[in-house]
């Protein structure tokens, strides 16, 4: 990087701090305070927020590798971003009426406290063991790749840019808590957005532009059926992608992440009421088209550069070209001094809103689920600093599990979905059916959580022993078990997954005693008085349905030119 480069970081890093230290002036004395940022936050900041904290090292490694590899296919988990739009028409009136700041305390008030204990445990070890660790990994990886340093002082460049990624950006969140990550957010979105663009039309400049990027990746088949890298919708034979498998897997685990994950709702539930709530989950929408543009389309134009030039990505021991690295080799190979400093900020904004936004939904589920349950009658000053605490075991842990997260290399995005899609199912029934069912009981609720988590985790295990097996995926037949568990499409999976846990729900619920009509009392439609559904239509208009219908009419048309 040229002087240039450093002054323009230089510059983002002073208006960081100068907006942390505006934060950390701010009065943070209960818990409110410091997990929702004192609930008074406005559609712009919880839109840019959630776009800037769903925007990690996945996507900048991950997403952009995934072009470089395989094309279009990972669009459709991109493009189902859509779905915040479920969470602010149909979800945000019943969380906000339920008055509660995780969504395991929501489940407690719909169905009961195990409930609670479950969906906490099942979030936190998730958050550790993928989110936390593959944002850190892969932040490492991506600045060894931009500043192209393979060892500082005798250590390894990669962990030197991990840990000070991590430090950093713990500090700021534990003592800002989320006002800082969503401030910082309002700096950080617009830099990441311009910074991706310019990497867009800089690659397709030096490839030849988007007709030479389409010819090049309409010529590369991915299957035996006549599907090429530029196929949004593939045979449904594919052994990876089949087209219906991917629209039911990426729906469930859309629907999971958008609606029912403390680490995206939490961003909502710090609106000031249910309009800037739901204003800021279409400002979010809105945002949520552009990453397949700005980070798989990069990927796409690397590999077509390297298909032209044949060196232009870094290559790995087995011969193959480095998908993973197709983003931070564009960075380093195609950008000017001062402009691959904008590029380096907004890889910095990417890296540091995502953590910090995990560093503090863990803290909170960690603070509200666990501690405060058990010390309900804790000074609220004093949660503020279990919090913090919460926020620095959290940092540690993500660390000391970097060195299994660095045998992950290139399958980097794959690996996240592929753990998202066994996760997503019993968390998405047991919500789907809590807010439609007014007779889904506690138990059934309980217990399609726990369905959920042990097919889950027998599927992953399986996964784990039948691929160090080296078995052939239906090389058995008569396996029943290996069929079921490790034979199966991953997204259909996902699918069938779903309707199971939906099925426990159900049954379970037919064999128990209802729910009390006052337990579930606006928490579930049919259930609202009166007065709660005057606030709810109050809080929208025909803007709101406007830019709605946009929308979902973008992503129609999106999968119309990419069929």
Not at 53 to 73: D, Q, W, Y
Not at 274 to 279: M, T, V
Request: one cysteine or more.
């Amino acid at each position: 990087m040229a002087l240039l480069d450093w002054l323009v970081v230089g510059l983002f890093c002073i208006a960081l701090i100068g907006i942390i230290v505006w934060v950390m002036r701010q009065k943070q004395n209960n818990a409110e305070d410091y997990f929702l940022g004192g609930k008074d936050a406005t559609w712009i900041a919880i839109g840019a927020s959630i776009f800037a904290s769903n925007i990690g090292s996945e996507h900048l490694i991950g997403l952009a590798g995934s072009g470089a590899s395989s094309g279009m296919a990972m669009a459709h988990w991109e493009i189902q971003g859509w779905m915040i739009l479920i969470l602010g028409w149909v979800f945000v009136p019943f969380y906000s009426r339920s008055m509660v700041i995780t969504m395991p305390e929501f489940l407690e008030r719909r169905y009961n406290s195990q409930s609670r204990t479950i969906l906490s445990l099942i979030s936190l070890i998730s958050y550790v063991l993928t989110k936390v660790a593959v944002t850190v990994y892969a932040g490492g990886l991506v600045f060894q790749q931009v500043f192209g340093i393979d060892t500082l002082w005798g250590i390894d460049f990669f962990w030197i840019a991990a840990i000070g990624l991590v430090l950093i950006t713990a500090l700021y969140t534990i003592f800002g808590g989320m006002k800082s990550v969503l401030y910082t957010s309002v700096l950080q979105t617009p830099i990441l957005l311009l910074g991706s663009l310019i990497i867009l039309v800089l690659g397709l400049r030096e490839l030849g532009g988007w007709d030479k990027m389409m010819e090049i990746c309409s010529a590369v088949e991915v299957n035996q059926y006549g599907d090429t890298m530029s196929n949004l919708i593939r045979d449904n034979r594919d052994p990876q992608y089949p087209w219906l498998g991917a629209l039911i897997g990426s729906a469930v685990i859309g629907f999971w992440y958008w609606c029912t994950d403390q680490f995206i709702v939490q961003r909502v539930l710090s609106g000031k009421n249910e309009k800037e709530s739901r204003r800021g989950t279409i400002f979010g929408a809105y945002l949520k088209l552009l990453p397949v543009f700005l980070f798989l389309i990069p990927g796409m134009i690397a590999f077509a550069l390297h298909q032209t030039q044949g060196d232009f990505l870094p290559m790995l021991a087995n011969g193959n070209p480095n998908s993973d690295a197709a983003f931070p080799t564009l960075v380093a190979k195609l950008l000017p001094a001062g402009v691959k400093g904008l590029i380096v900020c907004g890889i910095l904004a990417a890296l540091m809103s995502s953590l910090a936004s995990l560093f503090n939904s863990s803290a909170a589920l960690f603070t509200i689920d666990f501690y405060q349950r058990f010390r309900p009658k804790t000074d609220p000053k004093k949660l503020v600093r279990i919090g913090q605490a919460a926020t620095v075991v959290i940092v540690a842990l993500g660390i000391l599990w970097i060195p299994v997260m660095r045998s992950v290399g290139d399958v980097l995005y794959l690996y996240l979905q592929d753990v998202q899609s066994v996760l997503a199912p019993g968390i998405a029934a047991v919500f789907l059916m809590g807010i439609c069912w007014k007779r889904a009981t506690a138990q059934g609720g309980m217990w399609g959580l726990i369905a959920g988590l042990v097919i889950g985790i027998t599927r992953l295990c399986a996964k784990i022993y039948y691929s160090n097996a080296d078995v052939i995926p239906g090389g058995d037949t008569s396996n029943i078990f290996q069929y079921l568990f490790y034979d199966v499409n991953w997204l259909f999976f996902c699918g069938w997954m779903l309707v199971f846990c939906l099925l426990v729900v159900f049954v379970v619920s037919l064999f128990t005693k209802a729910p009390e009509p006052e337990k579930i009392k606006g928490l579930v439609f049919g259930t609202s008085t009166a007065e709660q559904r005057a606030v709810t239509r109050e809080s929208w208009n025909h803007w709101d349905i406007i830019h709605t219908v946009i929308i979902l009419g973008i992503t129609v048309a999106f999968y119309w030119y990419f069929w």
